[in-house]
């Protein structure tokens, strides 16, 4: 079985910087194309990152470029989520995601998803 927790969520101001990471279980996590999404409330579950499976290929919303970076370390099951630059725009709960293709970016794409974490940029 395949679990996903999300950490390191909380609350900064506009301009600051947070890292979320996902852990994950599960003899394949290197095996997965990961991924970040997010939802507002009252919003649609977004796509905000991906990476392949050796963390060799990465692609991002284009409203995160150049401010997110995901990378991933298979030898700790874990996959990372860097935001620099906040803005208000960016609050949300993120959750992490495990897929098979290199690419995706809809969430019915991904198989197993974490319980998600509160991010809040304060303006």
């Known amino acids: 079985q395949v679990q996903l927790v999300e950490s390191g969520g909380g609350l900064v101001q506009a301009g600051g910087s947070l890292r979320l990471s996902c852990a994950a279980s599960?003899?394949?996590?290197?095996?997965?194309?990961m991924g970040w999404f997010r939802q507002a409330p009252g919003e649609e579950r977004d796509f905000v990152a991906g990476?392949?499976?050796?963390?060799?290929?990465?692609y991002y919303a284009d409203s995160v470029k150049g401010r997110f970076t995901i990378s991933r370390d298979n030898a700790k099951n874990t996959v990372y989520l860097q935001m620099n630059s906040l803005k208000p725009e960016d609050t949300a709960v993120y959750y992490c995601a495990s897929g098979r293709r290199v690419g995706a970016t809809k969430p019915y794409e991904y198989d197993y998803w974490g319980q998600g974490t509160q991010v809040t940029v304060s303006s």
């Open positions: 599960g003899r394949a996590f290197s095996s997965w194309t």
């Open positions: 990476i392949d499976w050796r963390g060799r290929s990465t």
